[in-house]
């Protein structure tokens, strides 16, 4: 077997505090340049939720000398566009182009990210859509199963139990300035990272950047801190009502691990075994054997604080309750039992073999260095990366899975026809069941 | 500007092989396409092609049922497949020192399927599509709108006509006779292209691909299309339905037939779509979206087919208190205006097509499903070599000539969503 190497990283401090990287990927002649700005929505608190998200769109607003359609066609005549994305933890300003358009690429990122216009009317006019898209997201089952289960996983004193981009109430009361004020307090170099990989050499992209970055300066406001507290510790269920509904969407999710934990690489081991994979427990039982749903998942959400652990379906209402008790089961047994030697060493393959196919682009390469600045991980996470997996054995994911789950304290979250699957979810004997209306 | 190498075989039973060398990476990709499609279906029979596909993940002979699965990803490899209208493919990306246990299932299911099929597995696989029909469809806002507009765009006699995903009477009704009549007619080595890309030896991996699919029989020549193939270009008239439904926010679609993949006006028909709806420069968004605030977002798709016609998709999503006329206007508006399209505007839609092939064939998984898709549509995969050359040659006239032939009054099939209980 040939080792797989993590493109090479150069890295150059600059003098603003910025941390430079270059990754060289030389197979096609493209080019990602990503700035990192760390902070996402977690920063804010709950009456401002969504502003990080949508001063980050307002870039597409325009800039001091151009006004929004003018920098979109600058963009796209020379084939690229500007991609933001605001997640709990960070903003990335990303640029892929043609590595022969580099410089113009780069010099139109910067004045996206450096001298933003922010009209009234184009922060009025995104916002708008924010509020529109608030709306889509409540009147899809599958979305607003994901936002209820934040929302009784964690308690209000945390972020993350709200939709990531913010509430009616909050999006709605964000004033004209406000995406102004974020930007100045926030997308600054201090503790900041620029990551370019693609088709380059690295004196060239340090030069590029310091002539469009060397004037870049301030310091980001601090962050503010806060514990992941649960919003309860008693295993609950709580029934969504939608009339009508041909099928339930079903979540089940308790407070997980930060990206931090000592647990990172068992806890991967783990959901591999439970819901990661075709080949996961959850798979077999509910799809393979069953037939209860399309398909089924669980996944750990790794943020700078304990993210959720979540189980996801979408199964037939007249199910709703079967499925319920299965995947419970499923989980209670994979944490009390723990996985067979078989199951812990068919995931490190899995998990090791895959490795590669998620740095196939100069975008996911990028991305995955964008992360270690986010998190300080260690410069050499990735190069390690497959042998730390290949080390997890059996006793470190039985371990890791009882630290950080406890089956008893897990919620569920039905989206579906209360009146349907009520009675049978009570029968379950899982815990109080209550049925709300989406809000 | 691409340089995708790639060496053409051919078994003696008729199996296309592709071989694509790129030892960057120790990975290789092992991609099956099939000739046979949601359009192959009869009468009765929608979604079987769909069906059939998750059929074949439930063994074969030397395969019991999940083990497909755990030794692709017990082996560090990742797999799928998927139906559409014209094909179904099949494919997994996999440590390359692992291709041969690739290409051993892949060949025990094209040569070896029936003997592990059961009345259980199929039972099962029914109630998992019956499961995603409703999760795709039945329970998502605008789920069924591809439904609706391809019964609106395509008549009854036409292959396109139905969805891929099949009505669930449909589904509810296959059996186990209808699973052998359509591996033996469609899964035959002469119906399909196999593309191997990534780091691997030619030599060799021809020898284990001739080692274990040379055996198969080829079977006889894959039955024509049912139903009527051959349509105009255009529908003939403007065709309407209204949907009141569970949906947040009004929607117009708008589709048109538009000429089929491997027409020479297709590339025309393609940059049109981009230069009317893709990317914030384009003028759906400019005008609807940013300029006149009155959509919260726009699309603009062309479906490649390959049977009769292609189809043009085009959305405008509007704001809660819309009013669904204005969106249709403001649409029809933005259509006509395309009578003239500026130099500069489709540059940036060349260029921008240019960057997402480039995007796009990173992923080794990608570059083997384009070219068997080339070898199946062309009987040329290079072609995909030559792909930038054919999309920088669309000009100006075309587009404008390619709108005002497609676009007009007598090609549209409008499908409105009004949210439930609005005014």
């Known amino acids: 077997m040939r080792p797989f190497e993590f493109p090479e990283v150069t890295s150059v401090p600059l003098p603003n505090g910025v941390g430079l990287r270059v990754g060289r990927m030389t197979q096609l002649p493209l080019v990602t340049m990503t700035v990192v700005l760390k902070g996402g929505e977690s920063v804010l608190a709950d009456p401002q939720a969504g502003l990080a998200v949508l001063t980050g ?3 597409e607003g325009g800039t001091k000398s151009r006004s929004g359609p003018e920098l979109a066609e600058a963009f796209e005549n020379i084939g690229s566009g500007l991609s933001v994305h605001t997640g709990w933890d960070s903003t990335t300003v ?6 022969d358009r580099k410089d113009e690429a780069m010099a139109l990122l910067a004045e996206a990210l450096l001298k933003p216009g ?31 289960i934040a929302h009784f996983v964690f308690a209000d004193s945390v972020p993350y139990h709200r939709p990531l981009a913010g509430t009616p109430d909050s999006v709605g009361a964000i004033g004209p300035e406000a995406a102004r004020d974020l930007w100045s ?16 050499e690295p004196g060239e992209v340090e030069s590029l950047v310091r002539s469009f970055f060397g004037g870049w300066d301030g310091t980001q406001h601090a962050a503010r801190s806060f514990s992941p507290e649960p919003r309860t510790r008693e295993g609950r269920i709580l029934v969504v009502d939608r009339p009508g509904a041909v099928q339930s969407e079903i979540r089940i999710g308790q407070v997980g691990a930060p990206r931090s934990s000592p647990h990172y690489f068992p806890l991967q081991i783990f959901n591999t075994v439970l819901g990661g994979a075709f080949t996961s427990r959850l798979m077999l039982n509910l799809r393979e054997e069953r037939g209860y749903t399309y398909g089924i998942r669980s996944r750990f959400g790794f943020r700078s604080k304990a ?28 944490v009390e039992g723990g996985p067979t030697p078989e199951e812990v060493s068919q995931s490190r393959d899995f998990l090791s073999g895959i490795f590669p196919l998620q740095l196939e682009t100069t975008g996911q390469v990028a991305a995955r260095i964008c992360e270690l600045l986010v998190y300080d991980l260690p410069a050499q996470f990735y190069a390690t990366y497959r042998d730390e997996i290949r080390g997890v054995d059996l006793d470190t994911v039985r371990e890791a899975s009882r630290a950080v789950l406890r089956p008893e304290e897990l919620v569920v979250v039905v989206v579906g026809d209360g009146k349907e699957i009520r009675d049978p979810l009570v029968d379950l004997g899982l815990g109080p069941v209550e049925v709300i209306s989406p809000t | 500007m691409l340089n995708v190498p790639v060496a053409r075989h051919r078994l003696e039973n008729g199996l296309r092989v592709n071989l694509s060398v790129d030892r960057s990476t120790p990975v290789v990709a ?138 669930m009477e449909d589904i509810g009704a296959a059996t186990l006779e209808d699973v052998a009549d359509f591996f033996r007619t469609f899964y035959v080595p002469n119906n399909a292209v196999l593309t191997l890309a990534g780091d ?30 051959e349509i105009p270009l255009q529908i003939g008239e403007t065709v309407r339905a209204e949907v009141e439904a569970e949906v947040p926010l009004p929607r117009v679609y708008m589709a048109s037939r538009v000429p089929p993949v491997d027409s020479d006006l297709f590339h025309g028909a393609d940059m049109m779509a ?81 960057t997402h092939l480039l995007r796009e064939i990173q992923h080794v998984g990608n570059r083997a499903d384009l070219l068997s898709m080339f070898d199946q549509v062309f009987d040329d995969p290079a072609r995909l070599n030559s792909e930038v050359e054919r999309v920088r040659a669309v000009t100006r006239n075309q587009v404008q000539d390619l709108a005002g032939e497609h676009l007009g009054d007598d090609n549209r099939a409008v499908l409105t969503y009004i949210p439930k209980g609005s005014p």
């Open chain 1, 118 to 148: 922010f009209p009234p009317p184009e922060v009025d006019r995104l916002k708008s859509q924010r509020l529109a898209a608030i709306q889509q997201r409540r009147m899809d089952p599958g979305s607003l199963a994901d936002d209820s």
């Open chain 2, 200 to 229: 691997l030896d030619p030599s060799e991996a021809l020898e284990l691909v001739d080692r274990y699919f040379g055996e198969i029989p080829p079977g006889a020549p894959v039955p024509p299309i049912p139903g009527q193939t």
């Open chain 2, 30 to 167: 092992v991609n099956l396409w099939y000739g046979v499609g949601s359009r192959n279906e009869n009468p009765g029979k929608t979604g079987f092609a769909h069906l059939f596909e998750h059929m074949m993940f439930q063994g074969s002979a030397n395969v019991p049922k999940n083990r497909h699965f755990e030794l692709v990803e017990g082996a560090g490899g990742t797999l799928n497949a998927s139906t559409w209208f014209d094909r179904t493919n099949y494919y997994e990306t996999l440590p390359a020192h692992n291709l041969e246990l690739a290409l051993w299932l892949e060949s025990d299911r094209m040569g070896w399927m029936l003997p592990a099929m059961t009345a259980e597995k199929l039972q099962n696989q029914q109630e998992v599509v019956k499961n995603e029909r409703k999760e795709r469809y039945d329970n998502q806002p605008y789920g069924d709108w591809d439904e609706r507009i391809q019964a609106m765009v395509f008549p009854e006699s036409h292959p396109y006509h139905h969805s891929v995903i099949g009505s």
């Open chain 1, 307 to 334: 993210g959720p652990f979540v189980i996801s379906t979408a199964v037939a209402t007249e199910v709703t309750a079967p499925a319920v008790r299965e995947a419970m089961s499923e989980v209670r047994g994979l």
């Open chain 1, 185 to 200: 307090g926030r997308y600054r170099p201090e503790g900041a990272g620029i990551v370019v990989v693609g088709d380059v």
């Open chain 1, 57 to 59: 769109s307002a870039l």
């Open chain 1, 94 to 99: 990303s640029v892929t182009s043609l590595a």
């Open chain 2, 274 to 354: 981009t230069v009317l709806g893709s990317g914030k420069a384009s003028r759906l968004y400019r005008s609807l979206v940013r300029e006149r605030r009155i959509a919260k977002d726009v699309l603009s798709y062309v479906f490649p087919l390959q049977t009769g016609a292609s189809l043009l998709l085009l959305w405008v999503t509007g704001y809660p208190d819309a009013e669904i006329d204005t969106l249709e206007k403001a649409l029809v508006e933005e259509i006509e205006g395309l009578g003239s399209v500026s130099q500069s505007e489709l540059d940036r839609a060349v260029a921008m097509t240019e």
